[in-house]
């Protein structure tokens, strides 16, 4: 449960909030892009020629075949491209919490922050985004073909689209939806990469803080004054402390979809300068210890 600060200023001190880094979800849109656009000229293609198949099994057959070469294309390069950006993540969440304890401590934490969970949550973070990225042919050009199909069968599209609107409603959609990868995979990874240095240096709480402004889920009189499941209400959670072994439902800061808030971390100044002074790794549960 969270509770109302009560910090003792002369032990504990607030880091500054570890943002996710906008470089890093930009590159990470770019490179999905330069996935989706040949898959998306090769749909094109392949329904330019719609008029000349008379029978439903050609047109379906023929989009079959394109979500199979897209999703051996998708499936070959994910990997890679989500690897990338789960250490670019990584290297910038470190040094922005190296610089914020250093600059509350007077001392260089760059080799205490190079915990061996680190690794692991890279690793597995890259592979959630590569999962994600996998599934965009399979999404979009199973939209097509249902549209395609319900077209053929003579049943009308809402709001009285055309097919031609609709398969560009579809791509809209396909566009949309690599930006939220592209953000949230990014917040998430930033928030699990901090969690596990933080709880590594000792820090077990942190202040939850919003963004405040209209765009907090939450907020009354904002654009979106309702929690959900989801995304829990965080107008309320705005300035109380969380433990980080203790989420509340929908995640710590920036786990939630398009979430902005950031952690603050808890600092107890004289349980880190026993770390920065010798340490050894025994664990995400009790950190470091002295030897």
């Not at 990014?186 to 699990?192: D, G, I, L, R």
Request: with cysteine; charged share 25%.
């Amino acid at each position: 449960m969270p509770s109302m600060i009560v910090l003792n200023a002369k032990r504990t001190r607030k880091l500054p909030g570890v943002r996710s880094p906008k470089p890093v979800e930009a590159r990470a849109r770019r490179a999905i892009d330069s996935l989706m656009a040949p898959m998306l000229a090769d749909v094109a293609a392949r329904l330019a020629g719609l008029d000349s198949m008379t029978r439903i099994a050609d047109v379906i057959l023929a989009l079959r075949e394109a979500q199979e070469v897209w999703e051996r294309a998708f499936s070959w390069k994910a990997e890679g491209l989500a690897g990338r950006w789960a250490l670019d993540v990584d290297v910038i969440a470190k040094e922005k919490l190296g610089r914020a304890v250093g600059k509350a401590l007077g001392i260089d934490m760059a080799m205490i922050l190079d915990a061996p969970d680190v690794a692991v949550s890279v690793r597995l973070a890259s592979m959630e985004a590569a999962q994600l990225i996998r599934t965009i042919p399979t999404d979009y050009i199973g939209r097509i073909s249902r549209a395609v199909y319900q077209s053929m069968r003579q049943q009308p599209f809402p709001e009285g689209r055309t097919l031609a609107e609709e398969i560009r409603l579809i791509g809209g959609f396909a566009e949309e939806r690599a930006r939220v990868i592209a953000r949230d995979q990014t917040s998430k990874m930033n928030t699990n990469i901090n969690q596990i240095r933080q709880t590594a240096l000792g820090i077990q709480e942190y202040i939850w803080r919003t963004s405040e402004d209209s765009r907090v889920v939450g907020a009354p009189g904002g654009k979106y004054p309702q929690g959900n499941a989801m995304h829990g209400n965080h107008y309320v959670r705005n300035g109380k402390i969380f433990r980080w072994d203790e989420p509340p439902d929908d995640g710590h800061p920036g786990w939630p979809l398009q979430c902005r808030c950031v952690a603050l971390g808890i600092v107890d100044r004289s349980q880190l300068r026993e770390v920065a002074q010798v340490g050894k790794w025994s664990g995400p549960q009790t950190g470091w210890r002295l030897v």
